[in-house]
């Protein structure tokens, strides 16, 4: 009997024409049926946001051949939502998989990521997800040594399945550094130091251009961070519960006064 080939839902964030979501794709038609479902333009930093308010325009478009391809009007959670509820009619693909997104996800950009959010929206549906990201902000990024570490990495999720509510965010190094291996790490603690710069269009009126830079205060040695620096793909076991259940016990020992 043939084994049935799992289905492949493949989203991103920086449009369905971005060079890493055809990396992507590429390296899924090896593994199963492709379905693609990605935002008519670029989305970043778009993070959970949905569509509320205006109409949603999903269009079946032919891209790259022999991969059914859908481009969305809406951000990259509105991408995964109506593939699971308009395209497959509820029946839940085997994996999704989002990226490969030009520019990091480590540390805290996983808060503001698309790309994560996508792989996030997929984990809520009980998906098993994946986000992928390289350091690489160029239109024209060389993905070619995170080829197979793509194809590996979902081959693993395929086979072994992730825990319920669990997702992985996987970061690859720029292509100057020579990949050495896969880490499991945490998460940095890390944030963005941020300015917003002020200038003047050309009808002289003021708008304001955010700019910043990251600053890693977090020095330890197993962290996606620590590992990219080092030439390493780093692998974050991430989860949407965001109770910071550690506090509950100290919280349940305040004691409120109400005042009627």
Same mark, same amino acid.
């Given at each position: ?8 839902? +493949?989203?991103?964030?920086? %449009? *369905? ?5 055809? @990396? ?7 593994? %199963? ?13 778009? /993070? #959970?946001?949905?569509? *509320? ?22 951000? &990259?959670?509105?991408?995964?939502? !109506?593939? +699971?509820?308009?395209? =497959? ?40 997800? *994946? %986000? ?6 160029? #239109?024209?990024?060389? =993905?070619? #040594? ?6 590996? *990495?979902?081959?693993? +999720? ?9 997702? !992985?965010?996987?970061?690859? &190094? ?16 890390? #944030? ?19 700019? /910043?830079? =990251? ?9 996606? @961070? ?24 100290? !919280? ?5 006064? =109400?005042?009627?």
């Amino acid at each position: 009997m043939t084994k049935k080939k799992p289905t492949i839902l +493949v989203v991103n964030d920086d %449009g *369905i024409t971005a060079p890493g979501i055809k @990396v992507l794709l590429e390296e899924m038609k090896k593994l %199963g049926r492709v379905i693609v479902v990605a935002p008519d333009g670029p989305q970043s930093g778009m /993070g #959970h946001a949905i569509t *509320i308010g205006k109409p949603l325009r999903l269009d079946k478009i032919e891209l790259y051949e022999g991969v059914e391809m859908y481009k969305c009007s809406g951000t &990259p959670v509105d991408c995964v939502k !109506l593939a +699971v509820n308009r395209i =497959f009619k509820g029946e839940k693909p085997d994996l999704c998989v989002s990226g490969v997104n030009h520019g990091l996800n480590y540390s805290i950009n996983v808060l503001y990521s698309g790309t994560m959010s996508a792989a996030v929206e997929g984990a809520i549906e009980a998906i098993p997800s *994946i %986000g992928f990201s390289l350091d690489d902000f160029s #239109h024209g990024a060389d =993905f070619s #040594h995170c080829r197979p570490y793509i194809s590996a *990495i979902a081959e693993q +999720v395929l086979t072994n399945g992730l825990p319920k509510g669990t997702l !992985l965010n996987v970061n690859f &190094p720029h292509i100057d550094k020579e990949i050495k291996g896969i880490k499991i790490c945490r998460q940095a603690n890390g #944030h963005w130091i941020e300015e917003f710069e002020h200038r003047l269009d050309p009808y002289n009126r003021e708008y304001f251009w955010l700019t /910043g830079q =990251f600053e890693w205060s977090d020095r330890g040695e197993d962290t996606d @961070v620590f590992a990219l620096k080092n030439g390493y793909v780093s692998i974050v076991p991430t989860q949407y519960d965001m109770t910071a259940h550690h506090t509950i016990q100290e !919280l349940n020992s305040w004691a409120f006064n =109400f005042k009627s």
